[in-house]
């Protein structure tokens, strides 16, 4: 807050504890962190946390000052809105990629994508606990930008999946219900990478079956995790419960 300067031994101990350089640490700052999500039920260590807050400012810093070289102007993404239903997930993946004019198909690149419409990407080495998270940076006077972080160490569908997870929290929340609007971003990320009617002309109507191979086969057209494409298949109705059960325990 600007109200005390800590001794020498202080910031010594602050370097090493964050993994820092004393410059970064008493150099200006042009850039502040905003509204870091960190989900309240994560059982993410404080220390933790303040590690991952000073490691998200450091590179987020360079790619904004990397930016405003190339002359690259920030944009401010989307502001998020409020709703009401988990399943409301599905009808903003669906919104999102209109406005995107995104068609129906696969995305190839996540990460391109989201940089193409204002969402500053990074990957970091996380905790093991955190897959990703999403805040804003303030950056002077100027616009805030939104900024999705996501774990390095993470498998790459699991990475895909994560960046659309998160990119739902940028665009809407469900007020004072926090698990409801983790259930709803998830349900939006699954509807995002895997659109209702591409998985539907893929599969067919409702299944009494489906096999390994074309689960494998399918996972890879998305870029998804198998559990993630038998979760969606079991959304859309496309195979039960049993069935999905019956997936999950015997491959």
């Known amino acids: 807050r600007g109200e005390a300067f800590p001794e020498t031994e202080v910031i010594k101990a602050l370097t090493k504890a964050l993994e820092v350089s004393e410059s970064f640490l008493l150099s200006p700052r042009k850039f502040a962190l905003g509204n870091i999500d960190f989900r309240r039920?994560?059982?993410?260590?404080?220390s933790e946390k303040a590690k991952v807050e000073a490691e998200v400012l450091k590179a987020v810093e360079h790619r904004l000052e990397l930016d405003e070289i190339l002359g690259i102007r920030p944009q401010r993404g989307l502001e998020p809105e409020k709703i009401s239903n988990v399943k409301d997930g599905d009808a903003w993946a669906a919104k999102i990629r209109k406005k995107w004019h995104l068609g129906q198909d696969p995305i190839p690149n996540m990460t391109a994508l989201l940089e193409q419409y204002g969402y500053t990407v990074i990957m970091l080495r996380l905790p093991v606990k955190v897959s990703g998270l999403t805040c804003f940076v303030q950056q002077d006077s100027k616009c805030k930008v939104p900024?999705?972080?996501v774990n390095e160490a993470i498998s790459l569908e699991r990475r895909r999946f994560t960046l659309a997870h998160e990119l739902a929290h940028r665009v809407f929340i469900i007020e004072d219900d926090d698990?409801?609007?983790?259930?709803?971003?998830?349900?939006?990320?699954?509807?995002f990478l895997m659109p209702e009617s591409h998985v539907t002309n893929s599969v067919g109507k409702k299944r009494r079956a489906i096999s390994l191979g074309e689960i494998l086969l399918l996972k890879k057209v998305y870029g998804v995790s198998a559990a993630a494409f038998l979760y969606r298949l079991h959304q859309l109705d496309l195979v039960g419960?049993?069935?999905?059960?019956?997936?999950f325990k015997t491959f």
């Open 41 to 46: 039920h994560s059982r993410t260590l404080a």
């Open 147 to 149: 900024v999705i972080v």
């Open 179 to 191: 698990k409801a609007t983790e259930k709803a971003a998830n349900r939006f990320a699954g509807a």
């Open 241 to 247: 419960q049993n069935q999905m059960e019956y997936a």
